[in-house]
């Protein structure tokens, strides 16, 4: 979210190499986060029950 914070204001400020580049940072953390939420969904379900 921090990322994505300063990809906005930087590129609203007119730094769009620096809006780049925490872009991406931001998408990469992302896509790991949604990995770990799967990998942990899976193991709650195997483990007898979901959590929600």
């Known amino acids: 979210m921090i990322f994505?914070?300063?990809s906005?204001?930087?590129g609203f400020l007119g730094?769009?190499?620096v809006?780049?580049?925490t872009a991406g940072i931001a998408k990469?953390?992302?896509f790991i986060a949604v990995a770990i939420?799967?990998?942990f969904l899976?193991?709650?379900i195997m483990?007898?029950?979901i959590v929600l």
């Open 4 to 6: 994505f914070l300063i």
């Open 8 to 10: 906005l204001v930087a």
């Open 15 to 17: 730094f769009s190499g």
């Open 19 to 21: 809006s780049a580049a």
């Open 28 to 30: 990469i953390l992302f």
């Open 37 to 39: 939420f799967l990998v």
């Open 42 to 44: 899976v193991l709650a």
């Open 47 to 49: 483990a007898g029950g």
